[in-house]
């Protein structure tokens, strides 16, 4: 390792590691004293310095100076500080001037992988990693949000912008299931699902377990991909407290633009004369319309503006970590705010967190580690449909602008569904209060040098309260809402587990050994009530038993799960040049029956160091690191039903049989389960190139092959078999992929600048959709109708017609219809084409328009996933801007995000404005239509000219800080500040034709928008 000393006498520069360094110089007495400074010539204030092996030590003061008395000649002087590389000296007498180097490389040289962790150098499988600078001082709400574009191969979709429920889709080289394809994830060893159950703040680092041989000893939860979260520890050393915090504002980031009252109204007057109706408004309304002069009967609403607000976010977090060599303590505790940008959107977090590490003996250590997190969401619900704000936005996009909100009088316009500011005002929300502890002790035993036993048990436990109560509301004399309602329901969970490990680690010679073997066992329980009333006497009396008890339903269950595991690993290694791994997993599982509850998931990989091979002695100048993995390994995902039993044949509740000349209650088998049911397996295995160029260039290019056999499908049955379809393992597809990592990192006196790179391919392939019919001629997908399964195709690929433009007259579009019309198998009806209406084409080639022309249109998943993050710093001033996208990626936007005319109930885009009429042919939009009467609309036929293409580049952060000189700042005992501002989804660069987001969720675009945030921030560390 690299060690640097100055030529001077009394210098000692730390680098990363190394032997003790001898020191000569003229002898103290026994009193050994000295200064401790950075690289940067700034003291040290707190650093630990310890005489090896002794408990005689102290901290350096506040010019980085220390004493130490008792000193012998010959003693070995340790000097740490959280942060910098821990330096040892032997000391011979002399006044000691310690450098400390930063250790910033710590991170990327070891890798936090399952069960343990590895040097980055030594790795033979596909793990990527993050460390907690990449989240600091971001105002992200959850952590899913800040990996998004960081790692090559992990696909981040953005959610919504719901306070508290605005988690992302995380996938892990792309889809390789029909089923659940959320990764397994675990916070210190702790299975929890969600990134939500952590502070970002409390995170050390963020491992991704791409592939086999890096994830099968996670086996039958592992084929989706593992992500390892770690939080901090206390190091030894002067107590030292940190304070995060920033302050934000947020708003929509896009927002579709709709017309003017004006506008839609002599536009709809002129469908309405198309359609041989009479107009609906008169000039003399369209002038008041346009000129505001009768706000009251001839409005021009803006519904977005009345709705939405600009939300205020804020966070704290305090931690302080420290300790002794023997016990070391980290602790924090941290609290955010959030009003989100519709009234009565908001999330309230607390949650606190301690880590302990004591060194009972030589022999003995103990780690603890517990934590509390309390998530409370607000959403406002509606009158419609109630449940989330999903139907206020959606009324927001679909109310026409002649709509007054509110009269004179105060009372409220409204459409049939009613008026979504009512909702709003009325203050009715949607509760959900989350509580989630989870708690780790274990045990480290050395038995031997090198051999240490480890035990650990775990609890976890989630609760959920939910309450929603639907309010009463009289819009005016003639419009009311459905009788109040109040929901509430109790969700709950908790997970006990045991692991027993014996870790052995040894050197001989040029032969390197690791071993490891574990056993694990877990229980896990959940539980379920709910419960409603209607027809409360007044919105104020909202609890339960205020309801009609005649309209009570109740309902509850519970459920249980248990698994037991083996599994062992073992790393070998020959002068660091030739690296081998394997690694075994057996888990049995209560999910399915006996006799087939165990499963068998090894992995295999093995790496080769060129850049150690006496032929390469002439590039070592320059090529600091070369290497080749190759892997190979089977994974298990039996988490792909939400069903906790779906081997046993149950029976459901709520059937009625008329027996005796009345209705009995009784029970019913709705459908038919198979004993032989089983998880689906997942077989991987890639090669990889790992560079370092310059000590500055680092390169990575993974290429994987993932064939998942077994997934789970239903089983179409004829209808005299009397049950519905069931579930069997007979589906397969293969997903397919390259990702690059690039990144250059220099320092040049006062500057330093960065960039990392990633780009990822990743395509997948559907090969048996388990019966003869659907591989022969596919299927609808089950989960979306306007998409197909094909087998040899792409899943989620949209199935629709393709088009030719626009008709060019009237005449155009019936001479197409006199072609078509008369044929068998013509798909439209009665439907009129008429010049501007899209032209749909035979693509098949047989002369005739029918569902067989339809084709797959690409895939709402992208082929490419891409990030940049760039960093720069010039003195006491930084620079970070983090970009993310995605290319080959298709959304399907219906008609309800674009509007129809139609009346009251639809308000259209300001795209309309550009649509064809004979004296504009060359426009964006078809012609617009009465009602839904055109078939050029979605809602009447999907066709390629709605399917868009979704491609786009996101500046998901930029950060600008400045840090407070230390000589400023040491003078009143603080070791650093530093303030920035920081931005989220800055701006978004994509071709899509409304001003959505390119991820939208929701193809009627009725999510709660995207938000941007602006905040500014300081961190404060004693």
């Given amino acids: 390792m690299l060690l640097l000393l100055s030529l001077s006498a009394g210098n000692v520069y ?8 001898s020191v000569s110089g003229v002898q103290q007495n026994g009193s050994c004293v000295g ?3 950075d690289s940067a010539g700034e003291t040290v204030i707190g650093a630990s310095v310890v005489v090896k092996g002794t408990t005689n030590g102290t901290i350096t003061g506040i010019d980085g100076d220390f004493s130490l008395s008792n000193v012998k000649k010959g003693d070995v002087i340790v000097v740490s500080f959280v942060g910098f590389t821990t330096k040892e000296v032997v000391w011979n007498g002399q006044s000691l001037n310690v450098v400390l180097v930063e250790d910033s490389k710590t991170l990327e040289e070891v890798v936090v992988v399952g069960y343990g962790t590895q040097k980055k150098v030594n790795m033979t499988g596909a793990v990527a990693q993050l460390d907690s600078k990449a989240l600091e001082n971001r105002p992200i709400q959850n952590v899913s949000n800040a990996l998004q574009g960081t790692m090559p191969g992990v696909q981040i979709t953005s959610g919504q912008g719901r306070p508290g429920q605005d988690g992302a889709t995380i996938r892990v080289r792309g889809v390789g299931t029909l089923n659940s394809a959320d990764p397994y994830i675990l916070v210190d060893g702790i299975e929890t699902g969600t990134l939500n159950s952590v502070d970002p703040n409390d995170i050390e680092s963020i491992s991704v377990l791409k592939d086999a041989a890096s994830a099968a000893i996670y086996g039958s939860k592992a084929s989706n991909g593992v992500i390892l979260i770690t939080t901090k520890r206390g190091k030894a050393g002067k107590p030292r407290i940190t304070y995060n915090g920033y302050v934000g504002v947020q708003n929509a980031s896009e927002m579709i633009e709709r017309m003017s009252s004006y506008d839609y109204a002599r536009l709809y007057n002129q469908t309405l004369a198309d359609q041989g109706l009479s107009k609906r408004f008169s000039d003399e309304d369209l002038q008041k319309f346009k000129d505001g002069s009768s706000p009251y009967t001839h409005p021009n609403t803006d519904w977005y503006d009345l709705a939405y607000q600009t939300g205020v976010q804020h966070s704290h977090n305090v931690n302080m970590s420290g300790g002794t060599e023997d016990v070391k303590y980290m602790g924090s505790v941290g ?13 309230e977090q607390f949650n606190g967190r301690t880590n302990l590490d004591v060194q009972i003996s030589s022999r003995l250590k103990t780690r603890l580690n517990l934590a509390y997190i309390k998530n409370d969401y607000s959403d406002p619900n509606s009158s419609y449909a109630g449940g989330s704000s999903d139907q206020i936005i959606r009324q927001l996009n679909r109310i026409a602008p002649w709509i007054v909100n509110q009269y004179e009088d105060g009372t409220y316009g409204t459409i049939s569904d009613g008026n979504p500011i009512a909702w709003l005002d009325a203050d009715q929300t949607v509760d959900r209060k989350n509580q989630n502890f989870s708690g780790t002790l274990a045990l480290d035993y050395t038995i031997l040098k090198g051999l240490v036993a480890t035990v ?19 819009y005016n004399p003639n419009k009311k809402t459905d009788p109040n309602k109040l929901n509430e329901n109790y969700y709950g969970w908790h997970r006990s587990s045991l692991d027993v490990l014996l870790n052995y680690d040894t050197q001989l010679g040029k032969h390197g050994l690791r071993a490891m073997a574990g056993w694990h066992a877990e229980k896990y329980n959940y539980t379920e009530n709910t419960m409603e009333r209607k027809n409360f006497p007044t919105n104020d009396l909202d609890d339960m038993n205020a309801g009609d008890a005649a309209t009570q339903k109740n309902t509850g269950y519970s459920r249980d799960l248990a698994m037991i595991s083996w599994f062992g690993r073992i790393n070998y290694d020959y002068a660091g040049k030739y690296l081998f791994e394997a690694n075994l997993r057996a888990d049995a599982s ?11 998931f090894p992995s295999f990989s093995g790496a080769w160091r060129i850049s150690e091979e006496a032929f390469m002695e002439n590039t070592r100048d320059w090529l600091t690191n070369l290497k080749i ?8 995902n039996q988490n792909a039903l939400s069903d906790y039993y779906p081997w046993m044949n149950t029976y459901s509740l709520g059937a009625s049989y008329p027996i005796g000349g009345s209705l009995q209650s009784g029970y019913y088998q709705s459908s038919y389960k198979l004993s032989t049911i089983s998880w689906e397996k997942a077989r991987t295995w890639g090669l990889g190139v790992d560079a370092t160029i310059n000590n500055n260039i680092n390169l990575t290019v993974d290429y994987y092959d993932r064939e998942t056999t077994g997934i789970i499908m239903d089983v179409p049955v004829p209808n005299e078999f009397g049950l519905g379809a069931y579930k069997d393992n007979v589906g397969a597809m293969v997903n397919r992929g390259v990702e690059v990592l690039l990144s250059y990192n220099n320092k040049w006196g006062d500057w330093s600048f960065g960039a990392t790179g990633n780009v990822a391919y990743n395509k997948n392939k559907l090969l048996d959709l388990g019966s003869e019919d659907a591989n022969a001629n596919g299927m609808t997908d089950p989960n ?4 197909r399964r094909v087998v040899g195709e792409r899943l989620n690929s949209y199935y629709a017609y393709r088009t030719g433009g626009f008709f060019e007259s009237d005449e155009a579009a019936q001479a197409w219809m006199d072609k078509y019309k008369s044929q068998a198998g013509y798909p439209f009806g009665n439907r009129q084409f008429k010049g501007g209406d899209l032209i749909y084409l035979d693509t098949d080639g047989d002369g005739k328009l029918t569902s067989n022309d339809r084709e797959l249109i690409g895939s709402s998943d992208p082929s490419f996933t891409f990030g940049l993050t760039l960093n720069a710093g010039w003195k006491w001033f930084d620079l970070t801007a983090v970009f993310s996208g995605a290319a080959g990626v298709r959304r399907f936007v219906s008609n309800e995000a674009y509007g129809t005319f139609g009346g009251d109930d639809s308000h259209p885009a300001t795209i309309w404005l550009d649509a064809w009429t004979p004296e ?34 996101r500046m998901k952060n930029l950060q600008i800080g400045y840090t407070m000189p230390k000589a400023l700042v040491n003078a009143v005992g603080i070791q650093n500040v530093r303030f920035y501002y920081s931005v989220e989804n800055l701006f978004t660069l994509h071709n899509m034709r409304l001003n959505v987001d390119p991820e939208i969720p929701v193809e009627r675009a009725s999510n709660f928008p995207l938000t941007r945030t602006h905040a500014f921030g300081v961190n404060i560390t004693f």
């Fill in 35 to 37: 200064v401790v400074k």
């Fill in 920 to 953: 504009n042919k060359n426009a964006e939009m078809p012609r617009i239509a009465y009602m839904t009467t055109s078939p050029s609309l979605p809602s009447q036929v999907v066709s390629d000219y709605w399917i868009e293409n979704a491609s786009y580049v």
């Fill in 629 to 636: 993995r190759a892997s190979w390994g089977k994974l298990g």
């Fill in 590 to 600: 209560s999910r399915f029956a006996k006799g087939n509850r165990w499963g068998y």
């Fill in 14 to 21: 730390a680098g990363t590691g190394g032997n003790p360094v």
């Fill in 456 to 474: 650990s048990g775990s609890y976890v436990d989630n609760q959920q309260h939910y309450r929603a109560f639907q309010k009463f509301i009289q």
């Fill in 784 to 787: 979306n109708g306007n998409k």
């Fill in 335 to 347: 609290y955010l705010h959030q009003t989100g940008i519709l009234p009565n959107s908001e999330r």
